[in-house]
């Protein structure tokens, strides 16, 4: 009887000393329903590889996606854990939890025998309205990742569904996605995409700006389709104005916006044909429909080049042009940046926009010269002979049409000031307490021509200017962000570096953030040419 009872205290005694830190501990425990959920969740404190196997098996029990969780947290991309994760993509609409933890680590694991399986997962018909797209979402975000060529017939599969058919945010996911495959097999269903919207609860969300970015991406490839589009020949998009009633000049518009993104002089002469053709959208009239045309030019100032610089100044000179292609010209004329501009800039900042008989502003006179006398002064540098602009009636001093040549003078006093000095300029750019000449808009005309500034000075300025991207005034940021997308390329590391680390920190937010997050991808794609 004393020898049954030492045995068994020595028993009890070596069961109290099992030691927690060691997985062995409690993988013998993984066993027992009463005690495998403090097991698991010890092992996977301990994070030691060698529970992996011992969870796996214990997950191909249970299926409970508590499990699998705990599987994935481990650092482990073993053949073992790679097919049971491939095993648990499948699903149903009324099970996905799994699938959603295996999609999602396959991911992070990036073996490209998960590629086949996920787009399985991605193809999967589901109601438009589940839960279980979850499972669709984190293949896409997957894939993106594996970075599969395989991968992007799936997409397109995705983004071409019309949103009737589908949860419209998968068209913007796979919107998204195909830019970080650059395909240009995607070319066709993006530039389709940049005219989508949603359905439904989803009305009115569109998904451009991801296939924007994603067009830019892509880059050259995608110049013909959108020419092409441009010109009304894109039998895809006709079949969707037509079908949809689109706004009248929003094909030209878009298409237009793009292929000012992509900056190839291919595209110039089809715009420059474009323009002798009706304009649809301005013959619609205000608030039926958009210019065309307006946005042709302004992506020919994009683009910039040779051939350019001319056909805008005339548009600029031409007493005939709707007064929305000559604000276009002007700000066009500054983007191109050719200083044989300046006069023709000059002499329509100078004409008359006051009403003989009423003594009243003409509005759209007005426009104009107020978008020549800025445009004047944000290409002016400090070789620019000095200005003196058309003098205003008294009762208009305190007016905006006072404030413009106002602030063309601060713009052209900092150019005269800096000149080339790279330093100064950022200055200007950071300046906290400037002098008061008027208001509080002084800070931000000097801020916004510094940044001009900059960008023309080339590599010195432009990897200046990328320090200024978390800069607080969301305007200026915003300029910022144009100026490198317009004069910066891939050979500017700084504007690289600090555009991924600004759409990282900020990409989950909304309002005017999220439009300069948005912008902010579309120069990355840019800046990868």
Same mark, same amino acid.
């Given at each position: 009887?004393?020898?049954?009872?030492?045995?068994?205290?020595?028993?009890?005694?070596?069961?109290?000393?099992?030691?927690?830190?060691?997985?062995?501990?409690?993988?013998?425990?993984?066993?027992?329903?009463?005690?495998?959920?403090?097991?698991?969740?010890?092992?996977?404190?301990?994070?030691?590889?060698?529970?992996?196997?011992?969870?796996?098996?214990?997950?191909?029990?249970?299926?409970?996606?508590?499990?699998?969780?705990?599987?994935?947290?481990?650092?482990?991309?073993?053949?073992?854990?790679?097919?049971?994760?491939?095993?648990?993509?499948?699903?149903?609409?009324?099970?996905?939890?799994?699938?959603?933890?295996?999609?999602?680590?396959?991911?992070?694991?990036?073996?490209?025998?998960?590629?086949?399986?996920?787009?399985?997962?991605?193809?999967?018909?589901?109601?438009?309205?589940?839960?279980?797209?979850?499972?669709?979402?984190?293949?896409?975000?997957?894939?993106?990742?594996?970075?599969?060529?395989?991968?992007?017939?799936?997409?397109?599969?995705?983004?071409?569904?019309?949103?009737?058919?589908?949860?419209?945010?998968?068209?913007?996911? &796979? +919107?998204?996605? =195909? /830019?970080?495959?650059?395909?240009? @097999? #995607? *070319? %066709? $269903?993006?530039?389709?995409? !940049?005219?989508?919207?949603?359905?439904?609860?989803?009305?009115?969300?569109?998904?451009?700006?991801?296939?924007?970015?994603?067009?830019?991406?892509?880059?050259?490839?995608?110049?013909?389709?959108?020419?092409?589009?441009?010109?009304?020949?894109?039998?895809?998009?006709?079949?969707?104005?037509?079908?949809?009633?689109?706004?009248?000049?929003?094909?030209?518009?878009? &298409? +237009?916006?793009? =292929? /000012?993104?992509?900056?190839?002089? @291919? #595209? *110039? %002469? $089809?715009?420059?044909?474009? !323009?002798?053709?009706?304009?649809?959208?301005?013959?619609?009239?205000?608030?039926?429909?958009?210019?065309?045309?307006?946005?042709?030019?302004?992506?020919?100032?994009?683009?910039?080049?040779?051939?350019?610089?001319?056909?805008?100044?005339?548009?600029?000179?031409?007493?005939?042009?709707?007064?929305?292609?000559?604000?276009?010209?002007?700000?066009?004329?500054?983007?191109?940046?050719?200083?044989?501009?300046?006069?023709?800039?000059? @002499?329509?900042?100078?004409?008359?926009?006051?009403?003989?008989?009423?003594?009243?502003?003409?509005?759209?006179?007005?426009?104009?010269?107020?978008?020549?006398?800025?445009?004047?002064?944000?290409?002016?540098?400090?070789?620019?002979?000095?200005?003196?602009?058309?003098?205003?009636?008294?009762?208009?001093?305190?007016?905006?049409?006072?404030?413009?040549?106002?602030?063309?003078?601060?713009?052209?006093?900092?150019?005269?000031?800096?000149?080339?000095?790279?330093?100064?300029?950022?200055?200007?750019?950071?300046?906290?307490?400037?002098?008061?000449?008027?208001?509080?808009?002084?800070?931000?005309?000097?801020?916004?021509?510094?940044?001009?500034?900059?960008?023309?000075?080339?590599?010195?300025?432009?990897?200046?200017?990328?320090?200024?991207?978390?800069?607080?005034?969301?305007?200026?940021?915003?300029?910022?962000?144009?100026?490198?997308?317009?004069?910066?390329?891939?050979?500017?590391?700084?504007?690289?570096?600090?555009?991924?680390?600004?759409?990282?920190?900020?990409?989950?937010?909304?309002?005017?953030?999220?439009?300069?997050?948005?912008?902010?991808?579309?120069?990355?794609?840019?800046?990868?040419?």
């Amino acid at each position: 009887m004393r020898k049954l009872l030492a045995v068994a205290a020595v028993a009890a005694v070596a069961g109290c000393f099992n030691d927690p830190s060691d997985p062995k501990t409690w993988i013998k425990q993984l066993d027992d329903p009463r005690d495998s959920k403090e097991a698991a969740r010890q092992l996977v404190k301990l994070k030691n590889a060698q529970a992996v196997p011992a969870l796996i098996t214990l997950f191909k029990r249970s299926h409970d996606p508590e499990h699998l969780k705990a599987i994935v947290s481990f650092d482990d991309k073993s053949p073992e854990l790679v097919a049971t994760l491939i095993d648990s993509l499948d699903f149903s609409e009324d099970s996905f939890d799994n699938a959603s933890i295996a999609a999602t680590a396959l991911g992070e694991i990036g073996d490209k025998s998960a590629v086949e399986p996920l787009m399985k997962a991605l193809v999967k018909p589901l109601p438009v309205k589940t839960r279980a797209n979850v499972v669709k979402l984190e293949a896409m975000k997957s894939l993106s990742k594996i970075r599969d060529p395989r991968a992007v017939d799936g997409l397109i599969k995705v983004l071409a569904t019309p949103a009737e058919d589908q949860d419209f945010f998968l068209n913007k996911v &796979a +919107a998204k996605s =195909l /830019g970080a495959f650059a395909d240009p @097999k #995607a *070319v %066709p $269903a993006l530039v389709r995409g !940049l005219f989508m919207s949603g359905a439904g609860a989803t009305a009115g969300a569109n998904i451009f700006q991801e296939c924007r970015a994603s067009l830019i991406a892509i880059g050259e490839p995608a110049v013909d389709k959108l020419v092409e589009t441009l010109q009304r020949k894109n039998t895809d998009v006709e079949f969707d104005a037509k079908k949809y009633n689109f706004f009248p000049g929003i094909v030209e518009q878009k &298409a +237009a916006m793009v =292929l /000012g993104d992509i900056r190839s002089q @291919k #595209a *110039v %002469p $089809a715009m420059l044909e474009q !323009l002798g053709k009706p304009d649809d959208g301005l013959k619609a009239g205000p608030g039926q429909g958009v210019s065309g045309h307006q946005s042709i030019i302004v992506a020919l100032g994009q683009i910039a080049g040779p051939e350019v610089a001319k056909p805008l100044i005339a548009i600029l000179a031409d007493p005939k042009a709707p007064p929305k292609y000559k604000t276009a010209a002007a700000d066009a004329l500054n983007l191109v940046g050719d200083p044989s501009a300046l006069p023709a800039l000059l @002499k329509v900042a100078g004409e008359s926009f006051i009403d003989a008989k009423s003594k009243t502003i003409d509005a759209e006179k007005g426009a104009v010269v107020a978008s020549a006398a800025t445009a004047f002064s944000r290409l002016a540098d400090d070789t620019t002979p000095a200005v003196k602009w058309q003098a205003l009636p008294k009762d208009l001093e305190e007016t905006d049409a006072h404030r413009v040549f106002k602030a063309a003078d601060l713009r052209i006093d900092v150019a005269k000031a800096c000149k080339k000095d790279v330093a100064c300029y950022a200055k200007e750019v950071t300046q906290k307490d400037p002098p008061k000449t008027f208001g509080d808009d002084v800070t931000w005309i000097r801020a916004e021509k510094a940044a001009f500034m900059l960008g023309r000075l080339g590599k010195p300025g432009l990897a200046e200017l990328a320090k200024h991207l978390d800069c607080e005034d969301l305007s200026l940021r915003n300029q910022i962000v144009a100026v490198i997308g317009h004069f910066a390329d891939k050979g500017c590391a700084e504007c690289v570096a600090a555009l991924d680390k600004a759409i990282d920190h900020d990409r989950d937010k909304t309002g005017d953030l999220k439009h300069i997050v948005d912008e902010m991808r579309a120069v990355r794609a840019q800046l990868s040419h």
